[in-house]
């Protein structure tokens, strides 16, 4: 079974659409996260999840929304799209136990904005 | 600057070679993380380091905290060794990333 799931794994769509990309993890894990990957192969965290409270990242445009329906999804909406927005975007999710932390990945949203 | 500096960007070896990419950072962090991308656009986590040294199969990951830097070896290189090595590091809640090794092993 996959530990962390992504759907779609690929999208196309026109701009100003809005679209989501569901994130589901099967292994009980508290924090959940969301990344984009850019053409130039940057990876950066766009919010991380954990239970309780989403840490949102200033950098990231407000047309991106998170939700969390429960502890095991973490679903990203976004509104508007444009073009600068394609990107592979990862979906993450890890347990902390003190300093011990081991990120699991999903596959990835491969996003294209025409 | 990016807070965190990877080298070298691209890396071709061949078969059996010892590989070592470096990671430098400059912020005081709280772990670091050595990731994996294949071609496909996977990513595993390969390590999580806060000091030290750690050890799986093949793969060596080491941290100096004073010096901000890490290292990734890689033992006896295979071609199935080939895809991007990626450093990031924790500080707060904040995870910052380097660009990448590109790494090719020649059979």
């Known amino acids: 079974d996959t530990a962390v799931s992504q759907t779609p794994k690929y999208l196309v769509t026109q701009m100003g659409n809005d679209k989501s990309i569901k994130c589901e993890q099967n292994l009980g894990h508290d924090t959940m996260y969301w990344y984009k990957q850019d053409s130039k192969k940057f990876l950066k965290i766009m919010f991380s999840?954990?239970?309780?409270?989403?840490?949102i990242n200033e950098t990231v445009p407000n047309r991106f929304s998170p939700k969390s329906p429960d502890k095991a999804h973490l679903n990203l909406h976004i509104n508007s799209l444009e073009l600068g927005d394609s990107a592979v975007y990862f979906c993450a999710s890890s347990q902390v136990n003190g300093l011990q932390e081991t990120q699991y990945f999903g596959p990835g949203t491969r996003l294209l904005v025409l | 600057k990016n807070e965190v500096e990877q080298s070298p960007q691209n890396l071709t070896a061949q078969e059996g070679e010892f590989i070592t990419i470096n990671c430098s950072y400059s912020?005081?962090?709280?772990?670091l993380h050595w990731l994996q991308q294949h071609p496909g656009g996977g990513i595993v986590s390969l390590f999580m380091l806060s000091s030290g040294k750690k050890k799986h199969g093949r793969l060596i990951a080491t941290i100096n905290i004073q010096e901000k830097h890490s290292s990734l070896h890689i033992t006896a290189s295979h071609p199935r060794d080939s895809a991007v090595y990626i450093c990031?590091?924790?500080?707060?809640?904040?995870?910052?990333f380097g660009t990448g090794t590109s790494l090719t092993v020649i059979p």
């Open positions: 990031a590091v924790l500080t707060g809640n904040q995870f910052y």
């Open positions: 999840y954990n239970n309780k409270e989403l840490i």
């Open positions: 912020v005081g962090i709280s772990a």
